[in-house]
Structures are given as structure tokens and as C-alpha cells.
């Protein structure tokens, strides 16, 4: 169980640590971080533009050694390994499988893990209070009933979607558990998942016509990197089916999908920038502070995508969306 009165005394603070330390000190302590990415996920590199922007905002020098993995576990792991030989204040680890890794390897340096979809789903850590050891961090998680809320927004009286997803991918996995989850529940409107996995690109024209032969109202590209990256792939084939994409992934909606619910990675960089500095410079122990959440969500409706569906957009997700998009991006 959650402490919200703790969780909301920490926030405070680190807003505090975010805004307050460059007012503090004139010249601020220098700091070396270390930023792991595992993949070019765009989500990724938003969520680092936040963790510079955030540090630049308040006038601080810091160094920043940014290192990639290229999905390559030797690779990662001497990576971490190197951080920790250089002497590195802290590790920004960039998404979920950075903080696996990055929790797995380094055990005497504080990490700092950011756009974690679901990190007790995913393995991350036990309990969204707190790790209880060198880790701390924020989700960009979304609850699934807001996600469903907005597919069904975009189809209404949903009863059958498609979801694809890679072979044995952490993220999604995660996303279409807790989805599945809440549509158990008695007491909300019942829908059936059909899930089609794929191995490579090559196989997601033929995963749509596995999903359209169940008959399904729409498809879900949920965040999944090797689906959302071939989602013009995933829109040509559902195109020619009239099946409208929603997406749980802004590169998704970008790139055909008719809605998309996302959140501000920017903003989330931002408020890992701030847990860290909680801990660098206010000694505050990683293991205390709880997981944080973003409470503000982005509705992206791409109409140039439903016009080409030949699918007509609620009147109600019009609404509803804080992003328009004209165009096919990719």
C-alpha cells in the first residue's frame, strides 16, 4: 500500500530539490551522471532532454557520460561496469530494460531509472513505496482504465481488440496484464483481447490479418519498440481492412494510429532530474523515496490516419484531444 501522505511530502521536496538548490548556491557542486540506454527508443531520449533541460534550468555544470547499449547485454553490462570504476555520482538509467540492467549490475552507486512503463509489473522492483536499496525512480505508466477509457472513446461500445506485441517483450507484456486485469473486473463493460505476437517486422502485415479474421474493432500497438517503430507497416494493413490503430505509444500515433494516450517525457525527465538531485545533494536515501507518477496524460488523435481508415472520429475524442495531427509521420 501506498503512503500519500509521505508521497506527498517527498514530492514537495523534490520540487524543492528542482527548484530551490540553484537559488541556494551560486556555483552548485559539479556532478558526474551516467546515462545508460539500452536501446534509440524515442520516449527514452525525450525523458533525457528533460533531465538536461531540468539541470540547465537551474544553472548547474553537471557532466553527463552517455553510454549505449545497442540492445547488446555484454555491451551493457560493461557499461555499468565502467560507471562504477569512473566514479559516477549517480546513473540515469534510461527505461525499462536500462533499469534491469542497471539494477542487476551496480549495487554501491545510486540509480535513477525514468519512462519505466511498469516497474513492479516489469521486475524493476517489489513495491511502488520504495526499493529499499540504491534505486529510485518514475513511471510513465498510465492506468488501464484511462487507456481503455480513450479506446473506447475512439470506438465506442468496444468489444473485441487486437493487440500486437514482440516475442517475450517486457513493456508490453506488462501493459496488456494490467488491461487484462481491469477487464476482468465485474464491473466494467466487457471486452475480449485477441494478442498476436511477432518475431520481426516481416510478420506484422500477416499478425493484422490474424487480428482482422477474429474480427476485431481495432488494433493496439502498446509500447512495444519493435511493433510501434513498424507501425506504418501495422497502418498500410489495417488500412486496407477499415481497422482503426489506437496506441499507448506516441510514435505509434505519429505514425498511423487514430488515437494515441500518452505522457509528457520531457516533464517526466524533469522530475527524474529532481529525484536525483534529491539524492546527490540533499542526501536523501534512494531506497526511501516512492515511485513516481506522471498525473497528467497527453490524448493524441491523428486525423490524417482515420481519414485514410476512411474512419470517422468521434465527435467526443475531438473533445477530448490535447494534440491534433494532420499527417503521417515516418
Same mark, same amino acid.
Given at each position: 500500500?501506498?503512503?500519500?501522505?509521505?508521497?506527498?511530502?517527498?514530492?514537495?521536496?523534490?520540487?524543492?530539490?528542482?527548484?530551490?538548490?540553484?537559488?541556494?548556491?551560486?556555483?552548485?557542486?559539479?556532478?558526474?551522471?551516467?546515462?545508460?540506454?539500452? &536501446?534509440?527508443?524515442?520516449?527514452?531520449?525525450?525523458?533525457?532532454?528533460?533531465?538536461?533541460? #531540468?539541470?540547465?534550468?537551474?544553472?548547474?555544470?553537471?557532466?553527463?557520460?552517455?553510454?549505449? #547499449?545497442?540492445?547488446?547485454?555484454?555491451?551493457?553490462?560493461?557499461?555499468?561496469?565502467?560507471?562504477?570504476?569512473?566514479?559516477?555520482?549517480?546513473?540515469?538509467?534510461?527505461?525499462?530494460?536500462?533499469?534491469?540492467?542497471?539494477?542487476? &549490475?551496480?549495487?554501491?552507486?545510486?540509480?535513477?531509472?525514468?519512462?519505466?512503463?511498469?516497474?513492479?509489473?516489469?521486475?524493476?522492483?517489489?513495491?511502488?513505496?520504495?526499493?529499499?536499496?540504491?534505486?529510485?525512480?518514475?513511471?510513465?505508466?498510465?492506468?488501464?482504465?484511462?487507456?481503455?477509457?480513450?479506446?473506447?472513446?475512439?470506438?465506442?461500445?468496444?468489444?473485441?481488440?487486437?493487440?500486437?506485441?514482440?516475442?517475450?517483450?517486457?513493456?508490453?507484456?506488462?501493459?496488456?496484464?494490467?488491461?487484462?486485469?481491469?477487464?476482468?473486473?465485474?464491473?466494467?463493460?466487457?471486452?475480449?483481447?485477441?494478442?498476436?505476437?511477432?518475431?520481426?517486422?516481416?510478420?506484422?502485415?500477416?499478425?493484422?490479418?490474424?487480428?482482422?479474421?477474429?474480427?476485431?474493432?481495432?488494433?493496439?500497438?502498446?509500447?512495444?519498440?519493435?511493433?510501434?517503430?513498424?507501425?506504418?507497416?501495422?497502418?498500410?494493413?489495417?488500412?486496407?481492412?477499415?481497422?482503426?490503430?489506437?496506441?499507448?505509444?506516441?510514435?505509434?500515433?505519429?505514425?498511423?494510429?487514430?488515437?494515441?494516450?500518452?505522457?509528457?517525457?520531457?516533464?517526466?525527465?524533469?522530475?527524474?532530474?529532481?529525484?536525483?538531485?534529491?539524492?546527490?545533494?540533499?542526501?536523501?536515501?534512494?531506497?526511501?523515496?516512492?515511485?513516481?507518477?506522471? &498525473?497528467?496524460?497527453?490524448?493524441?488523435?491523428?486525423?490524417?490516419?482515420?481519414?485514410?481508415?476512411?474512419?470517422?472520429?468521434?465527435?467526443?475524442?475531438?473533445?477530448?484531444?490535447?494534440?491534433?495531427?494532420?499527417?503521417?509521420?515516418?
Amino acid at each position: 500500500m501506498r503512503d500519500s501522505g509521505r508521497r506527498a511530502g517527498l514530492a514537495l521536496a523534490l520540487c524543492a530539490s528542482l527548484t530551490g538548490i540553484g537559488a541556494a548556491q551560486s556555483t552548485p557542486t559539479p556532478r558526474q551522471f551516467g546515462v545508460f540506454f539500452w &536501446h534509440d527508443s524515442p520516449n527514452d531520449v525525450a525523458a533525457f532532454e528533460g533531465i538536461r533541460e #531540468a539541470m540547465t534550468e537551474i544553472g548547474r555544470t553537471d557532466t553527463f557520460v552517455v553510454e549505449r #547499449a545497442g540492445e547488446d547485454p555484454i555491451v551493457a553490462e560493461a557499461i555499468l561496469r565502467g560507471f562504477v570504476e569512473r566514479g559516477v555520482d549517480l546513473i540515469f538509467a534510461m527505461g525499462t530494460n536500462a533499469a534491469l540492467l542497471a539494477e542487476r &549490475h551496480v549495487t554501491t552507486i545510486p540509480i535513477v531509472f525514468t519512462a519505466v512503463t511498469n516497474p513492479v509489473e516489469s521486475g524493476v522492483l517489489d513495491d511502488w513505496g520504495g526499493s529499499g536499496r540504491n534505486l529510485a525512480g518514475n513511471s510513465n505508466w498510465i492506468p488501464p482504465e484511462t487507456t481503455l477509457r480513450v479506446f473506447r472513446l475512439t470506438v465506442p461500445g468496444l468489444r473485441r481488440l487486437g493487440v500486437l506485441r514482440s516475442t517475450d517483450a517486457v513493456v508490453s507484456a506488462a501493459e496488456l496484464h494490467q488491461l487484462r486485469e481491469h477487464v476482468a473486473r465485474p464491473d466494467v463493460d466487457p471486452l475480449e483481447i485477441f494478442e498476436v505476437r511477432v518475431a520481426g517486422a516481416d510478420e506484422l502485415p500477416e499478425a493484422v490479418d490474424k487480428l482482422a479474421a477474429q474480427n476485431v474493432e481495432a488494433i493496439w500497438i502498446p509500447i512495444d519498440r519493435l511493433v510501434y517503430t513498424n507501425t506504418k507497416r501495422v497502418f498500410e494493413a489495417a488500412k486496407a481492412r477499415g481497422l482503426p490503430i489506437v496506441s499507448s505509444s506516441l510514435r505509434g500515433t505519429r505514425n498511423g494510429a487514430t488515437s494515441g494516450l500518452v505522457v509528457d517525457y520531457v516533464m517526466l525527465g524533469k522530475r527524474a532530474a529532481a529525484i536525483a538531485l534529491s539524492i546527490t545533494e540533499d542526501g536523501v536515501d534512494p531506497g526511501s523515496i516512492p515511485i513516481g507518477t506522471m &498525473h497528467g496524460y497527453r490524448v493524441v488523435v491523428n486525423l490524417e490516419a482515420a481519414r485514410q481508415c476512411r474512419y470517422e472520429i468521434p465527435l467526443s475524442l475531438l473533445v477530448l484531444a490535447d494534440v491534433l495531427v494532420e499527417t503521417i509521420e515516418g
